[in-house]
């Protein structure tokens, strides 16, 4: 049979892990009738408060679970410098999940963090599908547990809050810039698997040409260089292309390097960007122009809204969007 744990007292009495806590440790600290459902429902269900519950009360053992996806990402290991300097502050113990591409595998990661008991969610994966949304506000809703989703929104829905920038009008506005620099065979490199942030910048990248009456031209490819460098070498070959908007910096790299073996000239011949600003963009000959994406702030930011909501403090903004700016370097003009 399978233990009994707080989170299900605080579904079944439909109160938070805090005040779960309190109602054992300090009954004083809580209203006489949420008390006497709290404790009627640990009767019910047979629940036997371990050390964990007890520290709730005092806010001495908060544990965040991270869940991350591949940390040899730059922009992955900026975002958590973010939540560690955070959550430093606070003192609150991190616990670090990196997810795989398997859904199934990331489904049985989650019931892991259920079963540590931590305190809240930090979910950095851009990548969401519906069923991995809905995983997580079930998460949310019956087991009490607070989720902040961070550089990634779920359009359609905002009961998961989040901390992103705004990525359509990223894409938007960086397209409009090279219009401007009289690039028609602009295209925008993004990635075979569905990312829920790429898709916004492609939204972004298709609305500023559409505009211009322009036709989209969206190339998919690999994150692995070994496979997108070939696949760049095709583009060359039949492809006019005059400027390449790339969802990260260092496909933007990987591209340019082709573009260069090729007889490109950069940027005379064709302008380069990339969308986050990590250290790829400034180790890159010439230096990568890009969309400067506030990763560190991002994952300091969705630490203390996660704070927020573990302290069962009202939070009227659930859809966070700090500001993006553009930095010039050599691959434009």
């Given at each position: 049979?399978?233990?009994?744990?707080?989170?299900?007292?605080?579904?079944?009495?439909?109160?938070?892990?805090?005040?779960?806590?309190?109602?054992?440790?300090?009954?004083?600290?809580?209203?006489?009738?949420?008390?006497?459902?709290?404790?009627?429902?640990?009767?019910?269900?047979?629940?036997?408060?371990?050390?964990?519950?007890?520290?709730?009360?005092?806010?001495?053992?908060?544990?965040?679970?991270?869940?991350?996806?591949?940390?040899?990402?730059?922009?992955?290991?900026?975002?958590?410098?973010?939540?560690?300097?955070?959550?430093?502050?606070?003192k609150y113990a991190i616990l670090l999940y990196v997810l795989d591409n398997d859904e199934s595998r990331e489904e049985e990661t989650l019931r892991e963090i259920i079963a540590a008991q931590v305190?809240?969610?930090?979910?950095?994966?851009?990548?969401?599908?519906?069923?991995?949304?809905?995983?997580?506000?079930?998460?949310?809703?019956?087991?009490?547990?607070?989720?902040?989703?961070?550089?990634?929104l779920y359009p359609e829905n905002d009961e998961i809050p989040s901390v992103s920038i705004d990525y359509e009008k990223a894409g938007y506005e960086i397209t409009k810039r090279l219009l401007e620099e009289k690039r028609k065979d602009l295209y925008m490199v993004s990635t075979v698997r569905k990312y829920m942030v790429n898709d916004l910048k492609e939204a972004g990248y298709v609305r500023a040409m559409?505009?211009?009456?322009?036709?989209?031209?969206?190339?998919?490819?690999?994150?692995?260089?070994a496979i997108n460098v070939e696949h760049f070498n095709e583009y060359f070959t039949d492809k006019p292309v005059d400027a390449v908007i790339a969802v990260r910096d260092s496909i933007a790299v990987s591209f340019m390097n082709v573009a260069r073996q090729n007889g490109a000239r950069i940027p005379e011949d064709m302008s380069v960007v990339g969308f986050q600003n990590t250290k790829y963009a400034l180790l890159a000959r010439p230096q990568l122009s890009c969309v400067d994406v506030p990763i560190y702030d991002i994952g300091a930011v969705a630490m203390r809204l996660l704070t927020k909501l573990m302290n069962e403090e009202s939070v009227e903004e659930r859809r966070v969007l700090l500001k993006h700016s553009f930095i010039t370097r050599k691959t434009t003009l």
């Open positions: 049979m399978r233990k009994v744990t707080i989170y299900d007292v605080a579904a079944a009495a439909d109160v938070s892990l805090a005040t779960v806590s309190r109602a054992v440790n300090n009954p004083e600290k809580v209203r006489p009738e949420t008390r006497e459902r709290v404790l009627r429902v640990i009767e019910e269900l047979g629940y036997k408060p371990n050390a964990f519950a007890r520290g709730l009360a005092s806010r001495k053992s908060t544990t965040v679970a991270v869940l991350a996806p591949d940390m040899s990402r730059a922009s992955i290991a900026e975002m958590m410098n973010g939540i560690a300097d955070i959550a430093r502050v606070y305190d809240g969610i930090l979910y950095l994966n851009d990548e969401i599908t519906e069923q991995q949304y809905a995983f997580l506000l079930k998460i949310k809703n019956e087991y009490r547990i607070p989720i902040v989703l961070a550089n990634t559409e505009e211009a009456s322009h036709t989209p031209r969206i190339m998919r490819t690999s994150g692995r260089i």
